[in-house]
């Protein structure tokens, strides 16, 4: 049983069609998980140490999305704009519950304590987008930026690696 929370501002970002937009999380993540360990009975330590691991979380993330151009021009579902302002939105993954698969390892430093690390991904399938400029946004060939921005938003919305949430985990053990 855990809880992941808080806020994450990064430099991380995500990419659509050469648009990079800075993330900044608010994380909301419980979750219950299970370790099976398929080598439990091997004679060999390092493969006692090895579990899959599978479970659950409800998951109430939100990210916010921050676009602003460095040379005066912001590209919008592959247009490119003369713009003064910038595009922000949200993405999130709002009361989710999604299933998790992960492998770790977990040896022990003592009879009762021990330390792990685990990486797995969540399912959280496609998030929800909304994207909106602030601003003046123009294009010589006639584009429509707010068209753009829908379009935009179903790019994130239906791409499949936005499904997948990655997990890294490390810590201590106690055994009783």
């Known amino acids: ?4 929370g808080g806020d994450v501002s990064t430099t991380d970002d995500i990419s659509v069609d050469g648009t990079k937009y800075d993330l ?3 994380n909301n993540t ?6 099976i360990r398929p080598w439990g009975t091997s004679e060999s330590k390092f493969a006692k140490s090895v579990y899959v691991a599978a479970g659950a979380a409800y998951i109430d993330n939100d990210y916010d999305l921050t676009k602003r151009s460095q040379d005066g021009t912001i590209k919008i579902n592959g247009t490119n704009y003369s ?3 910038s595009v922000n939105g949200q993405m999130s993954y709002k009361n ?3 299933p998790y698969v992960g492998v770790g ?3 022990k430093v003592t009879d009762r304590i021990g330390v792990f690390g685990e990486v797995g991904a969540y399912y959280t399938g496609n998030p929800t987008v909304e994207l909106d400029k602030q601003g003046t946004f123009v294009n010589a060939a006639g584009g429509n930026a707010e068209q753009d ?3 935009e938003e179903n790019k994130i919305r239906n791409d499949d690696k936005y499904a997948w949430m990655p997990v890294a985990k490390l810590g201590v053990s106690y055994h009783f």
């Not at 419980?30 to 370790?35: K, V």
């Open 105 to 107: 390892f977990s040896p």
């Open 24 to 26: 900044d999380m608010k």
């Open 1 to 4: 049983l855990g809880y992941n």
């Open 83 to 85: 713009y003064d302002g």
């Open 30 to 35: 419980t979750y219950l998980n299970a370790e």
């Open 149 to 151: 921005l829908r379009a």
């Open 96 to 98: 989710t519950i999604a």
